[in-house]
């Protein structure tokens, strides 16, 4: 039995339901917000068995697991007031974390390497450590490093850690960003919260690698085709922004594998640059980052891949 953890919407999930209908192998999809629907059981000699309906999942039959994008546990509104709500969601926010860690050493990527490896200090510092070249980077709120930083060359901008903010109707999203100069009506604002300040690359194009166990599938993505998409790739909706599958340098692709171990993973979506002097540098890892349009754009079968390295940790 392969366990997929993820939430109702994630699309890329389904590319791995498909891959394994297709082999034939069994498989529990848990959509975490539903949990509260289920009726639970846990004994320290059998462990947890969850009930939905007709249907049970059994945790000591659970060979391996992947673990995608889970979501919050819904709780009824007719369950109480909001207090109660949250309390109750705790609760079953507590029975997940019990079910990730009975289930330590069967996952793909285990939920806590992900969190330990979505450190973005970390990542730049074992990248470099390894031998990535490594744009000029500074972290921080301090204004006068900031400013002094931006003076010295042309710089981007970008999130430590929430990439999002939630706004309605769909929230905003913050992308990375050439900075200005800093003057001292900007003091305030710099002091709020950190960010990661990074010289500029003069781009050829941006690669995305992502590394499953042993295998790499790199990709460049031409950004610089399209004014939109050339400080940040993801800006707008560019459709017909050419991916090409390609080779990385073996010394390069060394690297990658190495990064990614070292971070306790066997899956890492890795950004790259390649400049125009044809030198590669690291931007970041995402330990759980999406895949499945890539697979789409390219043809590159990343889920077949996925669950060759899941039935390798079944095994």
């Not at 996952?107 to 200090?121: C, Q």
């Not at 999406?290 to 996925?306: F, H, N, V, Y």
Request: charged content about 25%.
């Amino acid at each position: 039995m392969i366990l997929l953890v993820t939430n109702k919407r994630d699309i890329t999930t389904d590319f791995i339901v498909l891959e394994l209908k297709r082999r034939e192998i069994p498989f529990f999809r848990l959509n975490s917000e539903d949990l509260p629907r289920a009726i639970v059981r846990f004994e320290p000699k059998s462990g947890w068995v969850l009930r939905f309906g007709d249907t049970v999942l059994k945790l000591c039959e659970v060979k391996a697991g992947y673990y995608r994008r889970p979501g919050a546990p819904e709780v009824p509104e007719a369950a109480g007031d909001a207090a109660t709500r949250d309390y109750i969601a705790n609760e079953w926010s507590a029975v997940l974390r019990s079910l990730w860690n009975a289930l330590e050493g069967r996952w793909l990527n285990s939920p806590f390497a992900i969190l330990r490896a979505e450190d973005k200090p970390r990542q730049l510092s074992e990248a470099y450590a390894l031998g990535f070249s490594v744009p000029e980077t500074m972290i921080g709120n301090d204004f006068n490093a900031a400013a002094t930083f931006i003076a010295e060359g042309p710089a981007v901008g970008k999130p430590l850690r929430h990439a999002l903010i939630e706004t309605e109707p769909n929230g905003e999203v913050l992308f990375t960003q050439r900075l200005g100069t800093l003057d001292a009506d900007d003091r305030a604002a710099v002091a709020l919260a950190p960010v990661i300040y990074q010289r500029e690359i003069a781009k050829a194009h941006d690669l995305r690698v992502t590394v499953i166990g042993s295998k790499i599938f790199a990709v460049a993505i031409h950004s610089q085709q399209e004014a939109e998409t050339q400080v940040d790739w993801r800006r707008g909706s560019r459709l017909d922004l050419p991916h090409e599958l390609v080779s990385l340098p073996d010394e390069l692709a060394h690297r990658c594998l190495s990064l990614t171990k070292t971070l306790g993973l066997r899956y890492g979506a890795i950004d790259l640059i390649r400049d125009t002097a044809d030198r590669y540098w690291f931007l970041e890892i995402n330990p759980n980052g999406q895949w499945a349009w890539i697979e789409r754009r390219t043809g590159a079968m990343l889920s077949s891949a996925i669950i060759d390295e899941i039935m390798s940790i079944a095994a």
